[in-house]
């Protein structure tokens, strides 16, 4: 697969057809391309990479631009394509890394390292500047879903499990269902104290 | 992909793939699996959490907990996520208690059979709001028993006002009808009553109208 040229940048047009593309005949208002970025992003972050952020931007621009010079892909599913795609991208950063003569690996460790040694009044700053996003956030959710995450989290141990179950039955949910809606509300606010901490 | 190859992937196996300890072939195919398969990757999201919260929580325990802070906790944007998770559950426990502390009941008595928790805290205002309309409506009502009350008993009052009043009418014009009245109209016509009897036994000397009256006034008539 081609590297991206590095003039080519997305543009609106391009965009347009990559959100069409993503949704696959039905009109998500962008959900979907959300969605898929969050995915990619984990799959880069679950590797280790130190940019998920940006290897995710990378995956999707060829995405959009491969589809502006074919038109069309339907050899493959949407998001099968976007780890076909993702894959790549990720292998030939691990070999311009190693070229480099820096493991992704290493780096995260050094990152880290270097993590530990910066002065903890920036981790107090991050840690209060997340504990005021994750307000704002909480805030901004639907009192249904912000009341069924409060009661979702309460209590420990035994105690969590048992109030779990009383929260399924008083909502009429399986134990499961009700796991993946705490969850999907949990993903949306933890992507909302990321734009609020301004991780992108 | 179809929904019903995931339960091929134990809840172990997904925690062992989100704590880097799978092996390399096994990795690929749930890579892959993570971005093109809606239902495990929100099994995957999901299993996370918990993992994340069992961390917080220090349920985690040996091989299981290494894995987390080796692995897991290698990443910044991990490691944000146990930061999250550490504020949420936190934030949910004071949010709990200060209710508590308010007296809401509704969330720590809420039946298991009722309606859900969000509900329910709505349905403890709703559940007041009838209880305050239900007593101002019974007070309402008595307000209205009592006055009916009270109209009643004047308008009695009134009719036994009016009853007196007429009987006491009644008997002055009986009174007014009698002899005892002796001045004016209706004093001439008992004069006249009087004279006829007198006439009917005089002596027959007197005639005319004159003679008739002095009749009259010998008799204190007149």
Redo the contacts between chains.
């Keep these: 697969m081609a590297e991206l040229k590095r003039d080519w940048t997305l543009n609106q047009g391009a965009f347009g057809r990559l959100l069409e593309w993503l949704d696959e005949g039905e009109d998500s208002k962008g959900e979907r391309y959300l969605e898929v970025r969050r995915r990619l992003r984990l799959y880069f972050d679950r590797k280790n990479c130190l940019s998920p952020d940006d290897l995710t931007d990378e995956t999707l621009n060829r995405i959009a631009r491969k589809l502006e010079e074919k038109g069309s892909i339907t050899d493959v599913s949407a998001l099968h394509y976007c780890y076909i795609v993702a894959k790549y991208v990720f292998l030939e950063n691990l070999r311009r890394l190693k070229a480099e003569h820096i493991g992704a690996a290493e780096d995260v460790r050094q990152d880290t390292a270097q993590g530990q040694s910066v002065k903890t009044e920036s981790d107090d700053e991050a840690r209060e500047k997340m504990h005021g996003c994750l307000e704002k956030c909480l805030d901004e959710l639907p009192n249904d879903d912000r009341e069924l995450i409060l009661e979702y989290y309460r209590g420990e141990g035994r105690e969590t499990i048992e109030r779990r179950s009383e929260l399924a039955g008083r909502l009429g949910l399986s134990k499961n269902a009700l796991i993946l809606r705490a969850s999907r509300i949990r993903t949306r606010l933890e992507g909302c104290v990321r734009s609020c901490c301004g991780e992108g | ?1 179809s929904s019903a190859d995931n339960s091929e992937y134990s809840d172990e196996l997904l925690t062992r793939y ?1 704590l ?1 300890a799978v092996k390399a072939n096994e990795s690929e195919r749930l ?2 699996r ?4 809606n239902e495990l ?6 299993l996370e ?2 993992l994340v ?1 069992a961390f917080v ?1 220090n ?1 985690l325990s040996g091989e299981t907990l290494e894995q987390f802070k080796t692995f897991y906790l ?5 490691k ?2 146990v ?2 998770a550490r ?3 936190n ?3 004071e ?2 208690s200060t209710r508590e502390m308010a007296g809401d009941k509704q969330v720590e008595h ?1 039946p ?7 509900t ?2 709505r349905f403890g205002w709703l559940q007041w709001g009838l209880a305050a309309a239900a007593i101002v409506l019974c007070a309402f009502a008595f307000y209205l028993f009592e006055e009916n009350n009270r109209l009643r008993k004047l308008q009695n009052e009134v009719q036994e006002q009016q009853t007196h009043h007429a009987r006491k009418n009644d008997g002055r014009k009986r009174e007014r009808g009698g002899l005892g009245r002796t001045s004016g109209k209706n004093g001439r016509r008992a004069a006249d009553t009087a004279y006829a009897r007198l006439g009917a036994h005089g002596d027959g000397s007197d005639s005319g109208r004159y003679g008739n009256r002095r009749r009259a006034n010998a008799a204190g008539i007149g």
């Design positions: 992909m989100l880097g890579d892959e993570s971005i093109a398969d990757a929100w099994r995957l999201d999901a959490h918990d919260d929580r349920e290698s990443s910044p944007a991990r944000a996520k930061e999250l504020t949420l559950l934030w949910s426990e949010r709990a809420a298991a059979a009722s309606a859900n928790h969000a329910g805290v």
